[in-house]
């Protein structure tokens, strides 16, 4: 691994690392499929945040050595491909813990407190001309005390947010992997946990066995109070069913951070209609924070220069 390397960051949402080794960077504000080919041609380490390495540019790459990703999930690279070349891949884990509970908490308060319809009444001048604001709420909200909260997905993220559940005086239940033979100690039967719950927190992350864990038959089963709220990964609620869910009043309401395919568009996402009631979202944002771009570069350092060492560390693949 010695010589200088070549770091190629495919999109500068932070500054590059200063690591500790012979190096050059090139860097990019963002990178498309079709110019990641030849932008990481001659690179030995890529680093991507959010843009998909895909298959051609893997293989279009002459001496690429690793693949770093400024991110605890690692769903926009193509593992087959860089296994093929034994190419391994690292990633930062756990800095956006605190940013994305956060998030999910601000996503239920402004579901359960109608604070967007609240606002656009009042800002047309509508909050009081048409009798007390209150009575548009679809019910009167629960407080957090009356809230059953589960947890799906129980990694640093799922554990922060059932924390932060605990301190605001929710009942908190960890569901149990769909279909799992047994159940673990502190932890409920998944679909016994969808009977329960007023608020669900999707944490998970996106694999063959969480794809659409949330469809149809479980939205058909919890109550039509519940919120349920995504800020793990696009694909583990089925977009399509979570839009007829809502529209048919089968729910209380749901807020996604994530996406199946990103960007969403009114294309590609049943989400993005506009006539979908109780439903809040957001691009994608609740990893960003200052703690978030501190750690991430803190990390992502240490992770290259184990690379360049020898001693690989955080490594995925």
């Given at each position: 691994m010695a010589g200088t390397h070549h770091i190629v960051l495919l999109d500068n949402w932070v500054s590059p690392p200063n690591v500790d080794f012979d190096h050059r960077v090139t860097q990019y504000k963002s990178t498309s499929p079709d110019q990641?080919?030849?932008?990481?041609?001659d690179a030995t380490i890529v680093v991507s945040s959010y843009t998909q390495v895909t298959r051609a540019g893997i293989e279009a790459t002459r001496h690429l050595q690793l693949v770093a990703c400024n991110s605890t999930g690692t769903n926009q690279v193509d593992k087959v491909a860089l296994k093929e070349r034994n190419i391994p891949l690292c990633h930062v884990p756990a800095q956006n813990t605190d940013s994305v509970s956060e998030h999910a908490f601000a996503l239920y308060f402004a579901l359960r407190r109608q604070i967007i319809p609240m606002h656009e009444l009042t800002m047309a001048d509508q909050a009081w001309s048409m009798g007390p604001a209150f009575q548009r709420f679809p019910r009167a909200p629960r407080?957090?005390?009356?809230?059953?909260?589960?947890?799906?997905?129980?990694?640093?993220?799922?554990?922060?947010?059932?924390?932060?559940?605990?301190?605001?005086?929710?009942?908190?239940?960890?569901?149990?992997?769909?279909?799992?033979e047994s159940i673990r100690d502190g932890r409920m039967e998944f679909h016994q946990a969808l009977t329960k719950g007023t608020i669900f927190m999707v944490v998970a992350p996106l694999d063959d066995e969480s794809r659409n864990m949330i469809a149809a038959s479980e939205l058909g089963i919890i109550d039509d109070t519940a919120l349920i709220i995504n800020v793990g990964r696009g694909g583990t609620v089925s977009e399509h069913d979570l839009a007829n869910a809502l529209?048919?009043?089968?729910?209380?309401g749901a807020a996604c951070d994530a996406f199946s395919e990103e960007p969403a568009t009114r294309v590609n996402c049943p989400l993005l209609d506009p006539t979908i009631p109780n439903l809040i979202l957001s691009p994608h944002v609740a990893w960003y924070s200052s703690r978030t771009i501190k750690g991430t570069i803190e990390v992502q350092k240490a992770n290259l220069e184990a690379f360049v060492a020898g001693k690989a560390i955080n490594v995925v693949l």
């Open positions: 990641l080919p030849e932008r990481i041609r407080t957090n005390s009356e809230e059953t909260l589960v947890v799906i997905g129980y990694g640093a993220i799922g554990k922060k947010i059932e924390s932060i559940g605990k301190a605001l005086q929710m009942q908190v239940l960890i569901a149990e992997r769909k279909g799992a529209k048919g009043g089968k729910i209380g």
